[in-house]
């Protein structure tokens, strides 16, 4: 069992950056693929970036790419979503998910955080 907190996220201008983190408590995160996703109210949950548990394969939506970088410290069980050249498309509740392989399918993640807000405005 794993617990997954994220944290980082706030309210920023358009073109700027946020860094959320993805924090671990019970079982270390380095056992565990991770994804970040976001959601908006009513809709669907949406794929952003995942790693791989070693951090050798990463993923990401096309709507980020270029932009947005996930990393990871294993030592520190921590998985860190890095957000440049904002957009207030980019808008939403952003959460980090765990499972055992890399998978962009939200509905395959075992374990989810609470989400963080990240609002950008024009």
């Known amino acids: 069992q794993v617990q997954l907190v994220e944290s980082g996220g706030g309210l920023v201008q358009a073109g700027g950056s946020l860094r959320l983190s993805c924090a671990a408590n019970?079982?270390?995160?380095?056992?565990?693929?991770v994804g970040w996703f976001r959601q908006a109210p009513g809709k669907e949950r949406a794929f952003v970036a995942a790693i791989s548990r070693s951090g050798d394969s990463t993923a990401y939506d096309d709507t980020v790419k270029g932009r947005f970088t996930i990393s990871r410290d294993n030592a520190q069980s921590t998985v860190s979503l890095q957000m440049n050249s904002l957009k207030p498309e980019d808008t939403d509740v952003y959460y980090c998910?765990?499972?055992?392989?890399?998978?962009?399918?939200?509905?395959?993640?075992?374990?989810w955080g609470q989400g963080t807000q990240v609002t950008v405005s024009s």
């Open positions: 019970g079982r270390a995160l380095s056992n565990y693929a």
């Open positions: 998910a765990a499972r055992d392989s890399i998978t962009t399918r939200w509905w395959r993640y075992d374990y």
